[in-house]
């Protein structure tokens, strides 16, 4: 018999005055839990706003390999792109595989997809949860630390990103002289309606919680270094077809440094 699985811890924020009062009780939810998750930060219309814009304005042609964030020195020079990633890494053993749709929107530049404002709001929260001011990488580097903002999409008959604990992106913040490791992911499409089988889980005493079974297009799930997580496969008995916008979306502002 399968145990009885425990749903992260909601907290109802609707301003960043609100987030800023619960800090000390966010951190020490991620603390002992792992995760927590946010709700009315970003509405859910903004969140299906930007799905309508998604959906509206897709093109498969704009499919890159290049990664351009590895290409310029100066993170404000990396462009609105398209990354398809499709594959498995690691020298030995794996340590990542995935098939997923990089749509990266950095935020000094047009403003594609219209999540600019819920960017930032993100970025705020997460801001808050390291103890710094609201607005650090907010619109351009600071020393070699850059927000790098972006939607991901799994796309229905096989998107997946296998489980991992983030132990790369863990080691940006330290570098900048911050404290632990915060992620924060938005969600922006509805199981049972944007797709229906698979999708986000974190892992809780050895099984997945997949949270898009009790999410909203607009909850935020934080997690931290120690968050064993990943994406089961987005609707594998749909058909593959790498020109349609259809699958499972979120939307992350990860810290990354310059190379």
């Not at 924020?13 to 970003?42: F, N, T």
């Not at 330290?174 to 924060?184: F, K, R, S």
Request: charged letters at 20%; aromatic letters at 10%; proline letters at 5%.
């Amino acid at each position: 018999m399968s145990t009885q699985i425990t749903l992260p811890s909601l907290f109802h924020l609707s301003s960043e005055h609100e987030v800023a009062a619960s800090v000390p009780e966010l951190r020490a939810c991620i603390e002992a839990e792992d995760v927590a998750m946010v709700r009315g930060l970003v509405p859910e219309s903004a969140a299906r706003s930007v799905m309508d814009r998604v959906h509206a304005g897709f093109s498969a042609s704009d499919d890159t390999k290049v990664d351009h964030k590895c290409r310029v020195s100066d993170p404000r020079l990396i462009p609105n792109y398209q990354r398809l990633m499709l594959g498995e890494f690691g020298d030995s053993e794996t340590q990542r595989s995935f098939f997923v749709r990089m749509m990266y929107s950095p935020l000094w530049n047009e403003d594609r997809w219209g999540m600019h404002a819920s960017f930032r709001k993100l970025i705020a929260l997460r801001n808050h949860l390291y103890g710094v001011e609201s607005d650090f990488c907010l619109d351009g580097p600071h020393g070699t630390t850059y927000t790098l903002s972006r939607l991901h999409h799994y796309p229905s008959g096989g998107g997946f990103l296998n489980s991992h604990r983030d132990e790369v992106a863990a080691g940006v913040p330290a570098a900048a002289g911050l404290h632990g490791y915060i992620q924060v992911l938005l969600v922006l499409t509805e199981k049972g309606t944007d797709f229906h089988s698979g999708g986000g889980y974190f892992v809780r005493d050895g099984e997945r919680v997949h949270y898009e079974d009790f999410t909203r297009p607009g909850d935020i799930l934080i997690y931290n270094g120690r968050t064993l997580h990943g994406v089961s496969t987005v609707d594998p008995d749909a058909p593959t077809d790498l020109t349609s916008s259809a699958g499972r979306y979120s939307a992350t502002v990860t810290l990354y440094r310059t190379r």
